[in-house]
Every structure is written in structure tokens, then in C-alpha cells.
């Protein structure tokens, strides 16, 4: 299994709705790429204060790197991309196997 996980800072000028729907489009994507097993999101939540400014996180699931790298360049995710990234001020996304 592959992790796909990324942290998120949205512009200060997208209303929660746009956020919302930024990343309900993203969870949307497990019903449409094969291959693609799980996806949760969610605001920063922890006291500890290491966020680094980030405010919404993402964690996807893929069975295998080769379903990763099929999704990468995959129309869905490209139409997805399209409306999420224009609304983003920084973003970090991170991939790792699972062992």
C-alpha cells in the first residue's frame, strides 16, 4: 500500500464552503480511480501547535505505487486539480509505502 498525505493552506479569500467542496472533490475521487482505496480529511485539530500555518489535511489510500502513479496523470484527478490548487496558498504532499 501507498499513503498519499498532504497539508493544505487555503487563500484567505475562500469562503469554508469552497474548502469544503475542495476536499469533499477529492474524496470523491476514491468512487472514480481504481486503485484508489481511501481518502479522509479533516481541519488541523491538535493543541501542540506544529502545524506550521497548514489548516486542512489529507490522507489517501492507494493499493499499490502503480495505482498511485496511474492516478497522478489520471483526467479525474486533473479536473480535480483544476478547481483545488488555484484556491491553495501552500501545500505540501508527501508519499511513502506502507511497510
Known amino acids: 500500500m501507498v499513503r498519499h498525505f498532504g ?12 474548502i469544503e467542496e475542495s476536499l469533499r472533490m477529492m474524496k470523491a475521487l476514491v468512487l472514480q480511480i481504481p486503485g ?6 479533516g481541519p488541523y485539530s491538535s493543541p501542540e501547535g506544529m502545524n506550521d500555518g497548514f ?17 497522478l496523470p489520471h483526467p ?12 491553495l ?3 505540501i504532499v508527501f508519499d511513502f509505502v506502507v511497510k
Do not use: C, N, W
Open 7 to 18: 497539508v493544505l493552506v487555503f487563500k484567505k479569500e475562500i469562503s469554508e464552503a469552497e
Open 36 to 41: 484508489l482505496l481511501d481518502m479522509e480529511y
Open 55 to 71: 489548516t486542512h489535511g489529507f490522507l489517501i489510500t492507494f493499493d499499490s505505487e502503480e495505482s498511485r502513479d496511474a492516478y
Open 76 to 87: 479525474i484527478h486533473e479536473q480535480a486539480k483544476d478547481v483545488v490548487v488555484p484556491r
Open 89 to 91: 496558498e501552500r501545500a
